[in-house]
């Protein structure tokens, strides 16, 4: 097995194991989490954090989906890192 190294790559695997747990894995959230992913590839960000999903709201402000619904949608993948 490959080791992960793109946002974009996270994603897929990440909706590969909700669709193997039943989920559905198609409309505006895929949508959303995947554009985030090439947001943050683009941005050589390695690490999912908060000021990151912050930033890609704000460039997004003039789309169709308020600030709050997207910084949301994202905001369930970031999680504090683990204490070692």
Not at 12 to 39: D, K, Q
Request: charged share 20%; proline share 5%; aromatic share 8%.
């Amino acid at each position: 097995m490959m080791a992960i190294k793109t946002m974009a790559e996270h994603v897929e695997a990440y909706l590969a194991e909700r669709s193997m747990l039943g989920f559905s894995i198609t409309g505006p959230n895929t949508v959303l989490l995947r554009c985030f992913a090439s947001f943050a590839d683009g941005q050589g960000c390695g690490t999912l954090t908060s000021d990151l999903a912050i930033s890609w709201a704000k460039n997004r402000s003039r789309s169709s989906y308020p600030f709050t619904r997207e910084r949301s949608k994202v905001r369930s993948l970031v999680r504090p890192p683990k204490n070692q």
